[in-house]
């Protein structure tokens, strides 16, 4: 299945992306794809609305704007320097267990809105990343049951601010949390559909140039090795999101290093789970 949320932001409301693109409102059956909903069984239930032809459900304008496909999580888990390229490119240690830090649940972001550069910034970067969504609770969970613990995937962009990040001291959280730093979507795409989430290319363009593409099975930590990973070091919940990594090809990592600015456009994309397009625009 693929899980959608549409209308004003803030006000999404739940629905569902049909085998033949048709987008169908789920509102009718479905508060919300939020926490209670995975916890409580809520993707059975509307495997099981599909299968009966989605009674009551109407189709949606496909011009109403697309949120992200879940609603705001209770953390967002991010895994650094998880593609070796990338690790070089930036002149990091190649780590030896995966790098963790938060990214701000504040970020959060529709797959097609506008990406606000922050205040005083000046090193505007992506990052296009295959997103985790977790679906039950994992607390210490072994890696041969990591998979069990995953609703779906999607597609999501790490904006980072690099100044913020590396410049004013302390964690790299400070330059990855801005307003708009973490849209994700077009939809999330359940766990089902997809056969080996190591196999998947994903690429980045600016302004129509191919910035990144590369495969997820570069990856240093797999996904059943990091879910099974941090749920070492915190409780995962339903509808927590876990962000794998950035292959190389960040503006940063180039010589001389090629930020965003106000005007471009960026568009990231994973193969089986759809595109994000984003439009760089100044602080309002």
């Known amino acids: 299945m693929k899980l959608i949320r549409f209308g004003e932001a803030g006000r999404e409301e739940p629905g569902v992306i049909l085998e033949d693109g048709r987008r169908i409102d789920a ?8 926490e209670s909903f995975f916890a409580m069984g809520g993707l059975d239930s509307l495997a099981e609305w599909v299968k009966e032809g989605c009674p009551d459900g109407v189709e949606i304008d496909p011009a109403v704007r697309l949120g992200p496909p879940i609603a705001r999580p209770s953390k967002i888990v991010c895994v650094g320097q998880n593609y070796l390229e990338h ?3 930036m002149g990091g240690e190649i780590p030896t267990e995966p790098v963790l830090f938060l990214k701000a649940t504040s970020a959060w972001s529709g797959p097609n809105d506008d990406v606000l550069i922050p205040r005083g910034a000046r090193k505007l970067d992506y990052e296009v990343e295959l997103a985790v969504i977790i679906g039950k609770t994992a607390s210490y969970v072994a890696e041969d ?3 069990s ?5 999607s597609v999501f962009c ?3 601010e690099r100044a913020f990040q590396k410049e004013h001291g302390g964690q790299w959280t400070k330059g990855k949390s801005a307003d708009t730093f973490a849209p994700m979507g ?3 795409v359940t766990r089902e559909e997809i056969a080996d989430p190591q196999e998947l290319r994903l690429w980045t363009k600016v302004n129509n140039e191919i910035r990144q593409n590369s495969w997820t099975k570069d990856m ?27 292959p190389s090809g960040v503006a940063g990592g180039m ?16 193969e089986q789970l759809g595109e994000l397009t984003q439009r760089v625009v100044a602080s309002r």
């Open 149 to 153: 613990h995953v609703a779906g995937y």
């Open 27 to 34: 509102s009718g059956e479905f508060l919300d794809y939020d």
């Open 158 to 160: 790490d904006y980072s």
């Open 145 to 147: 049951e990591a998979m």
């Open 220 to 246: 240093m930590f797999g996904v059943r090795d990091v879910v099974s990973y941090i749920s070492r070091f915190m409780t995962l919940l339903p509808g927590d999101v876990i962000i794998t990594g950035t």
């Open 186 to 188: 077009p939809a999330l």
């Open 255 to 270: 010589n001389p290093p090629q930020y965003l600015q106000a005007g471009d456009h960026v568009e990231c994309g994973i």
């Open 87 to 89: 690790a070089l490119e």
